[in-house]
């Protein structure tokens, strides 16, 4: 076996494509061809180029990361007497070295997304751990989440301490709020809207007759597969991925955490007071029951505003017809100050507190280029939804102009109201740590109503332009152009960094079931999943590559 296949990584599919790319030029005859490339698990920083056809033949390779071509100096060793006179003649030549310019239609193009960008982006450590992360059955995933929570809660004295019991009761909290919301829309489907048969219903254990429902039957069936603790688990592994840099000094402790790094209870808090707990769980309650019965109806209420685009003409409408979507069947989409309130705690619910935790390694490479650079003066995030990626970056970086845009008036509105709570929570605290003024306030964010297509702002505005969990909501060319947009408005040398949903080949072991995401009213989620990110962003360097759980982060430089 060779070196190349001892240290390769394999998912399933991508062997398959190389074995189909093998048989090809058998047949085909070509002294040189691209195959599927896979990623190489023992190297923690850039991917080794790798082929699984090392497997069947014997071949050294090159692979210029610059050029994006792949040399194969093809040896000798390969003798098939049922090849025709072609494939002969071919065999004569293959001391000749031959070098295939890739591209987007070649064959280097049928590699999963995650897999090729591990190819041109410096991948911090978190790409690899998640590629290689699988559940292990439930009782593992517990043992792990305790060991892992156990590990990082001893290791750093109060800092940490006050990390993990906020976040394990942050976590704590929506995992109950998940339970309530999951038992809530079973008997609302079962006993209300009466749409489960009783041979869709289970028996207890114990007997219970069928059709009667049983809370017991409930939890059981919750906790018969090991999706709850996986998911857990997970929750705490990205915990741990985000305090690494808390503790490192590079992203400052979570301005929101119930605990402060000195142990002290933040009472003035809204998470610190019951009756708002109260209601966002009352709201979660709600809303899942509301999601589940559309879901299990597959039908699509749609949104009140859509009659507006019916009323205008197409190329005069506010908001473009694939906007005017229940995404995630939850109510009115992003077009009600309904759907903005409550779009936090049941997002939060959907991911037992973890989200956060994703959308802050957004931060990360802006936090590390500002230690090599000027701090950014001002910072742009697109399709800002309700602002919480905002806090962050304003907390980390309060003296930068801060601009939050987004189309949906009524997540802008929530987005201030957001800006305003962490002012005044932490505004001249935050200030106090950058620049040692003791009494001065954040200059106040500005907030933009604009559609990602078509940014109302001049060319080279902005240090650094951010967009979070926008591009699997949009069709194949809205997001080509909300990319071009992103590239227009930063300055030359300046940063955009953008947070999504892995994708193909970010996680393998999860690539035949991340697809079931468009059960959830996600029209071009598939879509999403299939495209190479960094083909939208021309005029660009590829900076860093993170993941996190079921988030990715790609940073571009502006040339």
């Known amino acids: 076996m060779s ?15 190389c074995v189909f790319a093998f048989l090809a030029q058998l047949f085909v005859g070509s002294n040189a061809w691209t195959v599927p490339c896979t990623i190489s698990s023992s190297v923690p920083r850039r991917r080794s180029m ?52 890739t591209n987007n239609n070649s064959s280097l193009s049928l590699l999963s997304p995650g897999l090729r960008e591990d190819e041109v982006f410096d991948c911090d450590e978190s790409v690899t751990f998640w590629k290689e992360f699988q559940s292990k059955g439930t009782e593992r995933n517990l043992q792990r989440m305790i060991a892992t929570i156990t590990k990082e809660a001893s290791s750093g004295g109060n800092q940490a301490r006050a990390y993990w019991s906020s976040h394990v009761l942050r976590t704590g ?27 869709e219903m289970e028996s207890d254990d114990d007997g219970a007759t069928k059709g009667v429902l049983s809370a017991g039957g409930l939890v059981r069936r919750l906790v018969r597969t090991e999706v709850p603790s996986r998911t857990l688990l997970e929750a705490f592994l ?3 991925q985000d305090y690494k840099y808390v503790r490192e000094g590079l992203l400052n402790f979570p301005w929101d955490a119930l605990i402060r790094e000195n142990g002290s209870l933040q009472w003035r808090h809204k998470q610190a007071n019951p009756f708002f707990v109260l209601s966002e769980t009352a709201q979660t309650l709600r809303e899942s029951v509301a999601i589940f019965a559309r879901q299990h109806k597959k039908s699509s209420e749609g949104v009140f505003l859509a009659d507006n685009n019916k009323a205008r003409n197409s190329k005069n409408n506010l908001y473009p017809d694939y906007y005017l979507n229940d ?20 997002t939060e619910t959907l991911f037992l507190g973890r989200q956060d935790a994703m959308q802050r390694q957004t931060l990360i490479p802006i936090l590390k280029r500002k230690k090599k650079t000027n701090e950014p003066e001002s910072i742009l995030d697109v399709a800002c939804g309700t602002g919480r990626l905002g806090t962050f970056l304003r907390d980390n970086l309060p003296t930068a102009k801060m601009t939050y845009s987004d189309l949906s008036l009524f997540y802008l509105e929530k987005a201030r109201k957001n800006d305003e709570y962490w002012i005044s929570m932490r505004g001249k605290d935050a200030i106090k740590e950058a620049t ?67 994708q193909k080949g970010d996680r393998p072991h999860q690539d035949n079931v991340i697809q079931n995401f468009t059960n959830l009213n996600e029209p071009h989620f598939a879509n999403y999943i299939r495209t190479y990110l960094p083909d939208l962003f021309k005029g660009c360097e590829f900076g860093e590559k993170l993941v996190s759980s079921t988030s990715k982060t790609l940073s571009f430089v502006k040339k």
């Open 436 to 502: 040692g003024q003791k009494s001065r306030l954040p200059d106040r964010a500005a907030f933009v109503q604009a559609n990602a297509e078509t940014l109302p702002f001049e060319d080279d505005s902005f240090d650094v332009v951010t967009c979070v969990y926008l591009f699997h909501e949009l069709p194949e060319d809205a997001r080509q152009r909300a990319a071009a947009e992103m590239v227009r408005v930063v300055k030359p040398g300046g940063m955009i960094v953008l947070t999504d949903s892995i």
């Open 173 to 199: 909290y929506f995992f109950l709020n998940a339970g309530a919301g999951t038992i809530a829309s079973d008997l609302h489907e079962r006993w209300i809207a009466r749409r489960t048969t009783d041979d």
């Open 3 to 17: 070196m190349l296949t001892q240290h390769c990584y394999y998912p399933k599919q991508t062997t398959t494509l």
């Open 327 to 346: 995404f995630h069947y939850q109510s009115d989409g992003w077009l009600s100050s309904e759907s903005a309130n409550k779009y936090e705690a049941i």
């Open 238 to 240: 990205v915990y741990s």
């Open 50 to 101: 790798a082929l699984a056809v090392s497997t069947i033949t014997s071949n050294s390779v090159e692979y210029d990361k610059k050029t994006t071509k792949i040399t194969i100096h093809k040896e000798n060793n390969i003798h098939d007497q049922h090849h025709d006179c072609q494939v002969e003649e071919d065999r004569r030549k293959s001391s000749h070295e031959a070098t295939t310019e």
